[in-house]
């Protein structure tokens, strides 16, 4: 049974920082890529970042000079550093990782990302 656990997530002042952590378990094929998206109230859950297999990242545009996307395969668990937080910047946030020749998608729980003006 695939398991995603993330962490990291909090309440930070703007400007701060955060480091979300995802791990995956009980996968038993190649992951593909692995994401994080965001969902602020009332709104759609939007991609925030996205890392390949071979390390090729992309970023949404408001995030990017700010965010970084990585992955440590050897632990199947990608990572967000955030810096200079914004208060636009608050959501859950979840990571999704992409697995196998199917592309079966799976999605963690979400950690509450807040950030105060």
């Known amino acids: 049974q695939v398991q995603l656990v993330e962490s990291g997530g909090g309440l930070v002042q703007a400007g701060g920082s955060l480091r979300l952590s995802c791990a995956a378990s009980?996968?038993?094929?190649?992951?593909?890529?692995m994401g994080w998206y965001r969902q602020a109230p009332g709104k759609q859950r939007e991609r925030v970042a996205r890392?390949?297999?071979?390390?090729?990242?992309n970023y949404k545009d408001p995030v990017k000079g700010r965010f970084t996307i990585s992955r440590d395969n050897a632990k199947n668990t990608v990572y967000l550093q955030m810096n200079n937080l914004k208060p636009e910047d608050t959501a859950v946030y979840y990571c999704?990782?992409?697995?196998?020749?199917?592309?079966?998608?799976?999605w963690g729980q979400g950690t509450q990302v807040t950030v105060s003006s």
């Open positions: 009980g996968i038993d094929f190649s992951i593909n890529s």
């Open positions: 999704k990782v992409v697995v196998g020749l199917w592309s079966n998608e799976y």
């Open positions: 890392i390949t297999s071979g390390g090729i990242t």
